[in-house]
């Protein structure tokens, strides 16, 4: 059974989702603040962390941060509904994924679904050794490296890396990464993509802010110079 972490300091929410959560086969552990989720997470490792970016004793983005200093595993972040730049900078903290407050249980468990369904696709494939610019993408092994030395991605941006190297030299619109990458149509909102790129673009490119490996097609999405 999978297992998850749900940091959320409001009791009914987080018994709601809690419960809606266990109905659909999942092992929940819960956590009311930062400090205790972060304390559960070092106890229990989970498969996906389900956090709150409003919590009474520390901000989701320091939780978001810790957690990523030390693990690659899925995060979705649960941000109001007007709180875009909230939604943005929890994608750049680390965050995989995100959901809208109020939370319907039935798209969360689709997502959560979504994110450990692909943690392992890109896993093997017909070329386990890939080489653009000084970077080499070792399939079998699920690592890459940048001028010999590893480079710490999450599974997100490693899935969206191998989607890239799959179709090196071809222009990817955002809807094409969101369903390959992330296994869903996200209602055309291209923040999703765009927060990975920039993070990704950080971690593989000399000069991010002038990026020659991942560059920007106007208008329709991301090509992978090979």
Known sequence: ??????????DGIRLAL?????DEGYSVAEAGTGTAGLAAFERQTPDLVLLDLRLPDMSGFEVCRAIRSTSIVPIIIITAQTDTV???AGLEAGADDYVTKPVVPKELAARIRALLRRVHLHAATSEPQVHFGDIELRREQGLVFKAGVEL?????????LCEFADHAGAVLSRDQL????????????????????????????DHPDDPQLIVTARGVGYRLVS
């Not at 059974?1 to 409001?10: A, Q």
């Not at 999703?192 to 920039?198: G, I, N, P, S």
Request: glycine content about 4%; hydrophobic content about 40%.
């Open 178 to 205: 969101l369903e390959h990458v992330w296994g869903y149509d996200y209602l055309g909102d291209s923040r999703l993509v765009d927060a990975h790129v920039r993070r990704l673009r950080l971690k593989i490119e």
């Open 18 to 22: 809690s419960m809606a959560l266990e």
């Open 86 to 88: 909230d939604m943005v």
């Open 1 to 10: 059974m999978e297992s998850l972490l749900l940091i959320e300091d409001d």
């Open 152 to 160: 710490n991605l999450t599974k997100t941006e490693y899935r969206l």
